[in-house]
């Protein structure tokens, strides 16, 4: 199927997602609760900052807190890695250049070096945008989980430009999924349906990992999950 197009009436996917009705309801109502959670949640643990292993840094998907990436960072701080989060991105509204830019911005004044990157949805184009520019040598890997690689037919239908962004047609979500060279650094985590990435979160010459979950926010605490990100950040 050709990037950018909502598979046919009839394709799988739609009869998948239809019969997954009562799983999405939970994926909102996970989504709900942590979102509800985050403002209690808004200050990053000082005991993150702690670890003698790769640093790690966190970024959310769109409109997320950190706090929603909490289970992967307090699984990978108790296998010794330092948790760091990039406060200046809060809910992550602001468009993917700019956002790596933050992140940029971060790893420079925390002298962050050999970085493993772990996002969520469009925290994971955040992270290829600084595999390719990274000039400084700054970023080891990128773990990216439900992230719409080939963008999201279904941002067509929400008004405005946070949202909007993650078009398939969008000049940058393009511009990434030319940029292939960095691909190998990258592990691709994905459910094996999400209702919000309908064109899927394969990427070629990357390492493609789908797991039995459904949905697009849950997979986050799914344990199939942290066991492949555990297991990533070790490669």
Same mark, same amino acid.
């Given at each position: ?97 700019? *956002? #790596?830019?933050?992140?940029?911005? $971060? =790893?420079?004044?925390? @002298?962050?070096?050999?970085? &493993?990157?772990? %996002? ?91 797991? *039995? #979950?459904?949905?697009?926010?849950? $997979? =986050?605490?799914?344990? @199939?999950?942290?066991?492949? &990100?555990?297991? %990533?950040?070790?490669?």
């Amino acid at each position: 199927m050709p990037s950018g197009e909502l598979p046919p009436a009839g394709h799988d996917w739609r009869r998948r997602t239809l019969a997954q009705g009562p799983e999405w309801a939970r994926d909102y109502l996970y989504i709900a609760s942590r979102q509800l959670r985050g403002w209690g949640e808004r200050v990053v643990p000082a005991i993150f900052a702690d670890g003698d292993r790769a640093p790690v840094v966190v970024l959310p998907g769109v409109l997320e807190p950190w706090s929603l990436m909490l289970p992967i960072a307090e699984r990978l701080h108790a296998q010794g890695h330092p948790i760091h989060v990039v406060d200046a991105l809060a809910i992550n509204t602001i468009s993917v250049a700019d *956002a #790596a830019s933050l992140v940029t911005d $971060v =790893l420079r004044e925390r @002298e962050l070096r050999g970085v &493993v990157i772990v %996002a969520h949805s469009k925290g994971g184009l955040i992270g290829k945008r600084l595999l390719i520019e990274d000039v400084d040598g700054r970023v080891a890997q990128l773990i990216a989980i439900a992230t719409p690689w080939h963008g999201s037919s279904l941002a067509r239908y929400v008004p405005g430009r946070v949202i909007g962004a993650l078009r398939p047609e969008d000049a940058a979500i393009v511009a990434l999924e030319a940029n292939t060279e960095v691909n190998a650094r990258i592990t691709s985590i994905y459910p094996a349906l999400d209702q919000h990435v309908p064109e899927g979160s394969q990427l070629e010459g990357a390492t493609n990992i789908e797991v *039995a #979950a459904v949905g697009h926010f849950r $997979v =986050l605490s799914d344990p @199939e999950v942290l066991d492949a &990100v555990v297991a %990533a950040v070790g490669r």
